[in-house]
Every structure is written in structure tokens, then in C-alpha cells.
């Protein structure tokens, strides 16, 4: 698929940046006329994953998050939240359930949620080299609108 547009953002892994992120994406998802649904959907997968970055990626130090978000042709929004923290020794573990490196205030639940609003999710990393986590979603109700104009 063709990018038809796309941002970028990059911000300190501090937790008071997470809701920050959150809404970013979320204002560049509008343009493809989201259902508030979707909207909330991409915003709790968006919260899960950069709160990954600063939980995990960079556990008792400072980094930075890379975010960037792009919407393809057939109205697909792409979401790749990477950091260059600690990465993840085992993938498929750290994506079970109730798995969790964070101690016991973590519910091991982030990768699960993610999955659970998003259609897909791909996930990378490296030992000592970060992760990056990529989200896809497509908007339906960019398709119906898309078609409606074409009528009119």
C-alpha cells in the first residue's frame, strides 16, 4: 500500500508523555474519520506500547520514543512506537498473557490489549539495541465516506 500521508514524533520516556502520545496519534487519525470506537481502540494501543518503551525499553533510565504513523491508500493507519532501551530476550514469552518483567504492580497485559484493539501487531527488537512495535488498524468508515463523495 501507498503512503498517503504521514508524522513523526519523538519524545522523552517520561510517563507523563504517554498521554501526550496518545493524542497525537489520535489527531492524525481523525483525518481518516474514525468511529469513536476505533478512536478509543488506537489510543489504548498507542498508551500500552509507549508505556512498554518506558516501563521495559528504558526500566530505570531516560531514553527517547520514536513514533511515527502513517495512513496507506486503502485507509490503514500504521503506528511504529520503537525505542532503543533493553529490548525483549524472548518475544513470543513477553507477548503471553499475564507475562510481565515489570514486578508485581504490572499486569502483563500490554502486548494482549494491543492485540485485542488493533488487527495486527508486529513485534521487534534486539537485546540492547530497543524494540519496535507496529500497530495496524484500518478505518472502515474512511472507506464509506470515501465512496459516498464518490456518488455525490
Known amino acids: 500500500m501507498n503512503s498517503i500521508n504521514s508524522m513523526e514524533l519523538k519524545i ?3 510517563s507523563i508523555n504517554e498521554s501526550f502520545a496518545r493524542a497525537v496519534v489520535a489527531s492524525f487519525t481523525l483525518q481518516l474519520d474514525p468511529t469513536i470506537n476505533e478512536l478509543a481502540d488506537i489510543k489504548t494501543a498507542v498508551s500500552e506500547a509507549v508505556t512498554n518503551c518506558i516501563v521495559h ?24 512506537v ?18 510481565t518483567t515489570g514486578g508485581e504492580e504490572r499486569a502483563g497485559l500490554g502486548f494482549a490489549v494491543m492485540e485485542s484493539f488493533m488487527d495486527k501487531i508486529k513485534v521487534s ?3 540492547n539495541k530497543g524494540t519496535t512495535v ?7 468508515r ?8 464518490d456518488i455525490l
Open 134 to 140: 507496529t500497530l495496524y488498524k484500518k478505518i472502515i
Open 125 to 127: 527488537s534486539k537485546e
Open 82 to 99: 520503537r525505542d532503543k532501551g533493553m529490548g525483549i530476550p524472548d518475544i513470543k514469552k513477553a507477548m503471553e498473557p499475564l507475562f
Open 57 to 80: 525499553g528504558y526500566r530505570d533510565t531516560e531514553g527517547v520514543i520514536y513514533i511515527k504513523a502513517e495512513i496507506t491508500s486503502d485507509n490503514t493507519l500504521v503506528i511504529k
Open 142 to 149: 474512511a472507506n464509506h465516506n470515501k465512496n459516498k463523495s
Open 12 to 14: 522523552p520516556s517520561k
